[in-house]
C-alpha cells in the first residue's frame, strides 16, 4: 500500500510525514535517525499492514519545516515535537518504533508519558547519547564553534543519482536504500538539486545527559520494549555502557543481529519477523482483558 503524504501543524511550524492509513487498527509511530527522514520505514512498512502506521519527519529533515532562525535543534525539543503530534493525530496512546535518534527519543517520551505509549521498539539505540561531567565544558566550546562554523549542505547536484552517490560515500547503505533517503531529502532548484535538510542539524548541543541520567531514562520506561542492536551500536557506546543501559530497562527483549546501523532498511523482512510478534503481544493481552 502506497503511504499518504500528511502535515501535522505545531505551534512553530508544520512537520511532515508518511501516513500507512488503516482506520481502527493500532496505531505505530515510526522516528527516524539523525539526518534521515521518514522514508527510513518504507522497507518495514508492508510487514506492518496490520497496523495504522504513521512516520514523521523530525524538524529539519525530510519535508519538514526547520525551526524558525533563533531556534535551536536539542534533543528535548524533538520529544516537545513528539508529544503536540500526537495530540495533532489525535492519538491518545501508541507504539513507537525508533532508529538511532527516534529510539532515543522515544525512549526519553516513553519515560516521561508512559501513559501514551504501549510499547516501544528502539533500532540500534539504547537511549540518548551521553557526556561525562567532565566533558561539560569541552562540549560547551564544540557547541560555540559548531555554531560559529559556516558548514552547508546546499551544494547543488545536476541529478539525484550525483546525490546518492555523495551519501553512498558517507554510509554503509545500499543504492536502493540511500535513494529513499535522498529523493525526500532533495528538491530541485533552478537547474539543480539540493538538500532540504537544514545545515543547523551540524551544530553540536551545548549540553548532554550524562550517563547516570540517560540510565535513570531507561529505568523510567515501563512500557514492555524491544531492543534490535547491531554492532554499530556496541561499537560506538562501547560493551560495558551498552550492558548497563540494557540492564536498565525493566521490561526488555533483547536481539543482536549482524548488520550496519541501517538494518531495518537492509534487512525488514527479516526485523520484521521480530517486531510484529512483539507488537502483536500487546494486542494478544488486550483481547484477554
Not at 538511532?100 to 547519547?129: C, F, H, K, N
Not at 551544494?155 to 546525490?163: D, L, M
Not at 540511500?178 to 551544530?203: C, K, M
Request: glycine share 6%; proline share 6%; with cysteine.
Amino acid at each position: 500500500m502506497q503511504p499518504a503524504e500528511i502535515s501535522v501543524p505545531l505551534s512553530w511550524g508544520t512537520l511532515a510525514g508518511l501516513h500507512w492509513r488503516n482506520p481502527g487498527a493500532p496505531k505505530v509511530l515510526c522516528l527516524h535517525g539523525w539526518l534521515d527522514n521518514s522514508a527510513s520505514f518504507i522497507p518495514l512498512s508492508p510487514y506492518l499492514a496490520d497496523y495504522d502506521v504513521v512516520a514523521l519527519d523530525f524538524a529539519g529533515h525530510g519535508k519538514s519545516d526547520h525551526r524558525p532562525p533563533a531556534s535551536r535543534y536539542y534533543f528535548s525539543e524533538y520529544v516537545y515535537d513528539l508529544d503536540a503530534s500526537l495530540d495533532q493525530l489525535e492519538w491518545d496512546r501508541c507504539h513507537i518504533i525508533g532508529h538511532s535518534l527516534g529510539g532515543g527519543m522515544g525512549s526519553q517520551y516513553a519515560a516521561a508519558m508512559p501513559e501514551r505509549v504501549e510499547r516501544l521498539v528502539m533500532l540500534d539505540t539504547i537511549g540518548v547519547i551521553t557526556r561525562s561531567p567532565q566533558e561539560t565544558a569541552s562540549q560547551l566550546r564544540l557547541s560555540i564553534k559548531s555554531v560559529r562554523s559556516d558548514r552547508s549542505f546546499l551544494r547543488p547536484y545536476q541529478s539525484v543519482n550525483e546525490a546518492v552517490s555523495s551519501r553512498q560515500r558517507k554510509s554503509e547503505l545500499s543504492t536502493d536504500a540511500t535513494r529513499l533517503l535522498v529523493e525526500r531529502a532533495l528538491e530541485h532548484v533552478g537547474s539543480h538539486y539540493q538538500w532540504r535538510t537544514d545545515p543547523r542539524l551540524n551544530w553540536r548541543s551545548p549540553l548532554l545527559m550524562t550517563i547516570e541520567q540517560a540510565l535513570s531514562v531507561l529505568n523510567h520506561i515501563s512500557a514492555p520494549t524491544l531492543t534490535i542492536t547491531t554492532p554499530a551500536i556496541t561499537d560506538f557506546l562501547g560493551q560495558e555502557a551498552f550492558d548497563l543501559r540494557l540492564a536498565a530497562i525493566k521490561h526488555c527483549e533483547h536481539h543482536h543481529l549482524e548488520g550496519h546501523h541501517h538494518i531495518h532498511m537492509e534487512s525488514p523482512q527479516l526485523l520484521s519477523g521480530i517486531i510484529t510478534p512483539f507488537l502483536n503481544q500487546q494486542e494478544q493481552d488486550n483481547d484477554h482483558q
